[in-house]
């Protein structure tokens, strides 16, 4: 299972976009980049997932050079209620197989 | 999406009784199911592996025998704490992959299990 690395923490305001870095330099090729969120006491949710280039959905944009060393997730205009820990996992999903979560980014969003 | 639910959401025991937390698949199959365990400030730490009609792979440094895991259909698996500690006391998350959605990964609430 590839090795992520992410900043402990980061610090933004409301309406400003996020961008949350996650190195991963022993990706596999059979290997996913997915982003959840984490609220206390909840368990994680689904934010995006891609293998290469980029992804978008209603909530977040996943940016992922060629080498796939690295991935950037991208929160447009957050609010304070995005307020939580950002976790990066990189593994092959296929089959269901086991993540490993690193230690996440927590983002905190002041007014 | 799909839910994955759990039960009970908390739950109070006393030191050296046992406690089953439950993780169901609500509108999904799962074959496999995974339990997790967080402690305060902490990330995730992945405990096992739940299959389906088979036992359970425990990750390195997960007691078995104190860890009970059931996967008896392919919508619920259960977490039996058995012989609970205070240092048992913990949040407890199940997830679920979905093969119908390219194997999305769900998670449950958790549990947040106090031994005292």
């Known amino acids: 299972l590839a090795k992520t690395t992410q900043p402990i923490s980061m610090d933004s305001y409301e309406g400003q976009e996020v961008n949350i870095t996650c190195s991963h330099n022993?990706?596999?090729?059979?290997?996913?980049i997915t982003w959840y969120q984490q609220f206390p006491s909840q368990g994680p949710r689904f934010i995006i997932q891609g293998y290469k280039t980029k992804v978008t959905n209603e909530v977040a944009s996943l940016f992922i050079p060629a080498d796939r060393k690295s991935s950037t997730l991208s929160l447009p205009r957050v609010s304070l209620s995005d307020t939580a820990v950002y976790y990066c996992l990189v593994g092959d999903i296929r089959g269901g197989n086991k993540l490993t979560f690193g230690t996440g980014t927590q983002l905190k969003v002041e007014l | 999406g799909a839910v994955v639910s759990q039960h009970p959401s908390r739950v109070i025991c006393k030191s050296g009784t046992s406690v089953k937390i439950e993780c169901r698949s609500l509108d999904f199959q799962a074959t496999t199911m995974f339990w997790y365990r967080q402690f305060p400030k902490q990330s995730l730490m992945l405990m096992a592996t739940?299959?389906?009609?088979?036992?359970?792979?425990?990750e390195q440094g997960v007691e078995k025998d104190k860890f009970l895991i059931n996967h008896a259909s392919l919508t619920l698996s259960t977490l039996t704490v058995t012989s609970a500690h205070p240092e048992d006391s913990s949040f407890y998350i199940c997830s679920a992959p979905d093969s119908t959605t390219n194997y999305e990964q769900y998670f449950g609430p958790g549990t947040r299990l106090t031994v005292t």
């Open positions: 022993n990706i596999a090729t059979n290997d996913y």
């Open positions: 739940s299959n389906e009609g088979s036992k359970a792979t425990y």
